[in-house]
């Protein structure tokens, strides 16, 4: 069972620590325990029932009304608004709770009730690299366990490659070539795998290398299938200093291709860019490299 402070609770509901500590007093919504030392703690139990209650909240029920549902109507409620609700803070905060609780079945129903709605490129981009970014951060603090974290980005992971083969089923390359990889280290691949799908929808002749890939690996694959351009992401906390070294042996590497780059890092850090890299914030400047590219070849 994991342990949180009231500070970790903040983080991840969103949820004020004086909102809690007032929820707490006048409704006695979720119960601290104390160490031996008289420290207050939460467990996963809490932590579960404060995300759900955010939901509510966040969609016009009433605190009073929400402290009078018992644990199964407060989960109903929760998958009623799963199914119909507009606004993407829901479905994150309802995917938080099925990482929680490793519930395979509530992630897919959530995750699918999302993509009929909104279509998947949308779900992936506005749900779930949101969702994805947030329990990056918590992993890294330490406040949730990397199991939960990998339970969750495998079943993401299983989604992305069914529509990856699907896509190369059914699209002719007509366009230049892209290189996709992680640098050595870098593990998280939901990312690098999504703009993969996209570059295959736009009919790049696509080179994916994936995970921890070494550079000279790199150059040696480059020899053989040179590319017109590399996308590289880092998600895995690192210096900005170190980010900006790796991004300069890059571009001693390949002095003349382009590189689009991407991931929590370089949104966080925001480190210096040597020439002709470009970061890819989304969809939309992700397509507008890639028109780029086509021009210039």
Known sequence: MAVYSIKDLEKI????????????????????????????????????????????NQNGFKISKIASLDEYQLRDRV?????????????????????LE???????????????????????EQVLFPFLDRIGMLWQAGTINPAQEHFISNLIRQKLIVAIDNEMQNVSVNGPRITFFLPEGELHEIGLLFFNLMARKE??????LGMSVPLSDLKMVNQVRPAD??????????????????LLQLRDYFPNTPFMVNGLQIRELKPGLP?????????KTFKENIRLLKYSE
């Not at 004086?18 to 939460?42: D, F, Q, S």
């Not at 799963?82 to 990482?99: H, T």
């Not at 351009?229 to 790796?246: G, M, P, Q, T």
């Open 275 to 283: 020439e002709d890299f470009a970061v890819v914030s989304s969809i």
């Open 13 to 56: 509901s969103g949820i004020k620590a004086h909102t809690i500590r007032i929820w707490e007093r006048r409704y006695g919504l979720v119960e601290p325990k104390r160490t031996l030392t008289n420290i207050r703690y939460y467990s996963d139990e809490d932590l579960k029932k404060l995300l759900n209650i955010s939901i509510l």
């Open 79 to 99: 998958l009623d608004l799963c199914i119909d609700a507009r606004n993407n803070k829901v479905q994150i905060e309802s995917l938080m709770v099925s990482m």
């Open 203 to 208: 009919g790049l002749d696509v080179v994916y």
């Open 102 to 124: 490793l519930d395979e079945r509530k992630f897919l129903n959530v995750l699918s009730g999302t993509i009929i709605k909104y279509g998947f490129e949308d779900t992936l």
């Open 229 to 246: 351009a590399f996308f590289v992401s880092f998600v895995s906390a690192r210096d900005k200093s170190e980010i900006e070294s790796l």
